[in-house]
C-alpha cells in the first residue's frame, strides 16, 4: 500500500508541471442590424505563438473556436465574402487552461460599383474589361494608379465588381489586348476612364462607402490600334542590348501596363523591338535591361492619336537605355 501510494502522488505532481492548452472563441455577426445576425463560413486566421497560422470557419451561428493552444501572444483576424475586412485590435493571451472568450466582431458590408457600357449607338458591349483603381505613390512620391479589383461585362454591357473597401476609386473601361497577330490595322474600343475621359489625369474618383453601391456607367468609342518600334540602345557605348519594354499611361504603376515587347538580339539589326495594338494615348515607355546591380533602365514618352491609319513597324527613332 505505500508503494501505490508514493507512486500515485508522483503522479499528481508530474500532471502539474505540464501547461494546459488555451483556447480562443468569439463570434462573427453582420454590423449595424437591429436583430443580431450571425455570419456563417467567415474565415478566421490566427496567427502569433510558436507554431504555423490556423485558419478555421464559423458554424451555422456565427461562432469559431480556436483550442489547444500553447500560451502565447496571437492576432486575431476574419473575412467574409461580401464584408470588409476586420481585425482583432489587440493581441489576444490565452493563459494556460484558460479561455479567451466572448470576442465578438461586427462586419460591415462591402462596396460594390456596377454599371454598363455601351457603344457609341447605345448598345451594349460584352467582353469589356473594367478595373477599380487606387491612388498610390512610388518611392519619389509621385502619385500612381493601382489594380484593385476587375470585372468583365456580360452579354448584356452589364458589370459588377464586389468587396471593395471604402474609399476613394478611378473606374477605367477598355477591350482586351487583341491577339498580336492579328493583320493591321486593328480596331478596338479606345480605354475610357470615368467620366468619359481618355487619360488617366483626367479621370475624376469616386468614393465608395460602407455598404453602399455605386453606378459607374462608360460610353466607349472605336479607334485603330498603333504599332510602336524602336531600338534598345546602351547610351554611353552605343551598342544595341536586350531589354524588356512597357508602355504606361504616365499616371499609372509600370505594373499594370497592358503593353509589353522584349527586343531582339537577333538579325541583321540587334535590339528591335515592336509592340502591336497599341491604343491611342500618351504613354511612358521604359525600357529595363540587366538585372541587380547592372541593371540599366531608360524611359521615353510617346502620344498616340486617334486616326484611322496606323503606321506600320519602322526601327526608328532608336530608344535608347
Not at 88 to 102: D, E, L, T
Request: glycine letters at 8%; a positive charge.
Amino acid at each position: 500500500m505505500k508503494r501505490s501510494s508514493a507512486g500515485l502522488v508522483i503522479a499528481l505532481v508530474a500532471l502539474q508541471l505540464t501547461p494546459l492548452p488555451g483556447a480562443i472563441t468569439g463570434t462573427v455577426i453582420k454590423a449595424g442590424t437591429a436583430i443580431q445576425q450571425p455570419l456563417r463560413n467567415a474565415r478566421l486566421e490566427l496567427t502569433g505563438g510558436s507554431g504555423p497560422e490556423l485558419v478555421t470557419r464559423t458554424d451555422a451561428n456565427g461562432r469559431f473556436v480556436f483550442s489547444n493552444l500553447e500560451p502565447g501572444e496571437y492576432r486575431l483576424a476574419v473575412t467574409c465574402d461580401g464584408f470588409i475586412r476586420q481585425d482583432f485590435p489587440k493581441k489576444i493571451v490565452p493563459g494556460r487552461g484558460q479561455q479567451a472568450g466572448n470576442i465578438l466582431f461586427e462586419l460591415d458590408p462591402a462596396p460594390t460599383a456596377a454599371g454598363s457600357v455601351l457603344d457609341s449607338y447605345g448598345e451594349p458591349i460584352a467582353n469589356i474589361v473594367v478595373e477599380a483603381l487606387r491612388r498610390s505613390y512610388d518611392v519619389r512620391g509621385n502619385p500612381r494608379l493601382t489594380r484593385a479589383a476587375t470585372a468583365v461585362t456580360d452579354d448584356r454591357g452589364e458589370y459588377r465588381i464586389f468587396w471593395l473597401d471604402p474609399g476613394e476609386y478611378f473606374f477605367y473601361a477598355a477591350s482586351p489586348l487583341p491577339d498580336s497577330t492579328e493583320a493591321q490595322p486593328v480596331r478596338v474600343f479606345l480605354p475610357t476612364y470615368s467620366p468619359g475621359v481618355s487619360t488617366p489625369d483626367d479621370a475624376k474618383p469616386l468614393r465608395l462607402n460602407i455598404g453602399r453601391e455605386v453606378r459607374v456607367d462608360f460610353r466607349l468609342q472605336r479607334a485603330a490600334l498603333w504599332s510602336v518600334s524602336g531600338q534598345t540602345m546602351n547610351a554611353t557605348t552605343g551598342r544595341a542590348v536586350a531589354a524588356t519594354i512597357t508602355a504606361t499611361p504616365p499616371a499609372e504603376a509600370p505594373s499594370l501596363s497592358r503593353y509589353r515587347a522584349q527586343s531582339s538580339m537577333t538579325g541583321p539589326y540587334p535590339g528591335l523591338f515592336s509592340m502591336p495594338n497599341v491604343a491611342p494615348g500618351s504613354y511612358i515607355l521604359m525600357a529595363k535591361s540587366g538585372s541587380g546591380d547592372q541593371e540599366i533602365t531608360g524611359f521615353q514618352r510617346i502620344v498616340l492619336r486617334p486616326s484611322a491609319f496606323v503606321p506600320p513597324p519602322a526601327p526608328s527613332p532608336p530608344y535608347t537605355v
